[in-house]
């Protein structure tokens, strides 16, 4: 046995975990196949983070970063390529290695979900994105849409608007937005113009985004929409395919399925974070991440008062 806890994932959730897995005692390596931070580090603003009244994500993500690596082994750039149960033990292959634990922690968190239009795949980073704050930069002095109607996108078309983007819309193919009330205020008194009940079927350019082809949802009424770029921000998909290989339920949406100390179906085998849908905020996979690796002594022959 190598370790006794692995965690896939790096991101808060992963971190957290991290953090308390070792403070009690536990062996604990930590994978993330690309730097670390998960969809965190790509928030502008986070306001609702106790302890910190407005910082971005990537800050928040580095101190926590920095907080973890006092504690466990992190590997960055290391991803886990399949998770097998054999003997009591847990043999994790990965891109450099094999490893054999006793408990895995899932953390591997969501990616952005694609619209799925004509032009979608080709245009991507010719003027189609999944993060105004990574790509917002090039669009200043141009017209822009941003595709979706909670949170997440009516943030990216402030911040669009914010850095100096000419024009933003935000398209949404309901009759109302789910963002908060707050958001809705800051993008009208910003002059984002907002478009309802308008679906986006394809997306036009040869060599880069020139125009979205919309289609109202009521009237059936089509158009072409001159724009320079488009943001889409319709939600999150679960990096989920470690957990289906070794047998882990899934709810109907794709998400790891979890009592209230974390656990899968599998003996030793936990998840954390994103991954098991809910709220999806930092706060609440920073309290699964220690809930998890806490219950995790259950099968490491730890104790723990809790």
């Known amino acids: 046995m190598d370790y006794e806890l692995a965690i896939i994932g790096a991101g808060p959730a992963g971190y957290s975990a991290g953090i308390y897995a070792v403070r009690a005692g536990i062996n604990t390596i930590i994978f ?3 730097g670390g931070g998960g969809l965190v580090v790509l928030s502008p603003n986070i306001e609702n983070y106790p302890g910190f009244e407005s910082i971005s994500g990537a800050d928040l993500s580095e101190k926590m970063r920095q907080h973890a690596s006092k504690y466990a082994q992190i590997q960055f750039m290391e991803n886990v390529k399949k998770i097998k149960k054999k003997n ?5 292959q990965t891109s450099e290695k094999n490893y054999s634990v006793k408990a895995v922690l899932l953390c591997m968190g969501t990616e952005y979900r694609k619209l799925n239009v004509p032009g979608e795949k080709k245009l991507q980073g010719k003027g189609v994105s999944y993060c105004a704050t990574c790509d917002g930069f090039f669009f200043k002095g ?9 949170n997440s996108a009516v943030i990216e078309a402030i911040y669009l608007k914010q850095i100096g983007c000419k024009e933003v819309s935000i ?19 910003k002059g984002i113009n907002i478009m309802f009940n308008t679906h986006v079927s394809q997306i036009n350019g040869i060599d880069r985004v020139e125009s979205l082809a919309i289609n109202n949802t009521k009237n059936g009424e089509s158009s072409l929409m001159k724009v320079d770029g488009v943001f889409i921000s319709i939600g999150e998909e679960p990096q989920n395919s470690i957990a289906k290989d070794l047998g882990v339920k899934l709810d109907e949406t794709g998400y790891i399925l979890v009592d209230k100390q ?21 706060i609440t996979a920073c309290a699964e991440g220690a809930i998890a690796a806490l219950a995790s002594t259950e099968v490491l022959g730890k104790q723990y008062p809790y």
């Not at 009591?88 to 994790?92: D, K, V």
């Open 32 to 34: 993330d196949k690309k």
């Open 88 to 92: 009591g033990l847990f043999e994790i």
């Open 142 to 150: 141009k017209n822009v849409a941003v595709i979706g109607g909670g």
């Open 171 to 189: 398209i949404h193919r309901r009759d109302l937005l789910r963002a908060e009330k707050a958001y809705q205020d800051n993008a009208h008194n």
């Open 262 to 282: 974390q656990r899968t179906n599998i003996q030793g085998v936990y998840a954390a974070g994103d991954i098991t849908g809910g709220l999806r905020q930092v």
